[in-house]
Nanobody
Framework: VQLQASGGGLVQAGNSLTLSCAAS????????VAWFRQAPGEEREFVAF????????YYSDSLEGRITISEDNAKNTVTLQITSLKPEDTAVYYC?????????????????WGQGTLVTVSS
């Protein structure tokens, strides 16, 4: 499965942004999907997770309240909305998926990765 993350860019602090993760195969609709981010010089960190029955979403404690993950099976995509952006949200955002149904924040357990989309938040 090939994933394509998009929607990043330069935004001013306080604004919102919606990132999209599109997949090349319909099997993506049965994958669990997560978003991660990696700031310069930092490790990749978990942002959000969604089970593909749409019943379970989990968020990073540091971002909860400002992020929403959702799925659009008709478009074979998963989106991540981030509101009230802060300069410290600046990072490359990656979507990842795996074929099992378990929730995890561990980077190494995700089988498929998009190339990342850069979000830069100016103050």
């Amino acid at each position: 499965v090939q994933l394509q993350a998009s929607g990043g860019g330069l935004v001013q602090a306080g604004n919102s942004l919606t990132l999209s993760c599109a997949a090349s195969e319909r099997s993506f609709n049965s994958h669990t999907v997560a978003w991660f981010r990696q700031a310069p010089g930092e490790e990749r960190e978990f942002v959000a997770f969604i089970s593909r029955n749409g019943r379970n979403m989990y968020y990073s404690d540091s971002l909860e309240g400002r992020i929403t993950i959702s799925e659009d099976n008709a478009k074979n995509t998963v989106t991540l909305q981030i509101t009230s952006l802060k300069p410290e949200d600046t990072a490359v955002y990656y979507c990842a998926s795996k074929s099992d149904t378990y929730y995890t924040t561990r980077v190494t357990l995700y089988e498929y990765w998009g190339q990342g989309t850069l979000v830069t938040v100016s103050s």
